[in-house]
């Protein structure tokens, strides 16, 4: 059964840092973020393969970096330069033979 673990959201003022995390039960080949803004779709932000290929939204290119380590089963989604349009809930996301699993998201919120 596969199970992810989210970290690392919270509060911070607009132009700061967030680092989340999200540790697997077992490794994945395709694992990645997602978001959820109030009144909005969930909508892809990065995602990375085992391998370490990654493809961002192009609305985040420039100030998202997701990276992961294999030997911790381990997704990371640094974000910075924030600014209240990222204030969402933040999904990871990971396929494995086929299926979708999601993590029980981590919100973010960027506010002064």
């Known amino acids: 059964q596969v199970q992810l673990v989210e970290s690392g959201g919270g509060l911070v003022q607009p132009g700061g840092s967030l680092r989340l995390s999200c540790a697997a039960s077992?490794?994945?080949?395709?694992m990645g973020w997602y978001r959820q803004a109030p009144g909005k779709q969930r909508e892809l932000v990065a995602v990375?393969?085992?391998?370490?290929?990654?493809n961002y939204a192009d609305n985040v290119k420039g100030r998202f970096t997701i990276s992961r380590d294999n030997a911790k089963n381990t997704v990371y989604l640094q974000i910075n330069s924030m600014k209240p349009e990222d204030t969402a809930v933040y999904y990871c996301?990971?396929?494995?033979?086929?299926?979708?699993?999601w993590g029980q998201g981590t919100q973010v919120t960027v506010s002064s």
């Open positions: 077992i490794r994945l080949n395709y």
């Open positions: 990375i393969t085992s391998g370490g290929s990654t």
């Open positions: 996301n990971a396929q494995h033979w086929g299926v979708h699993y």
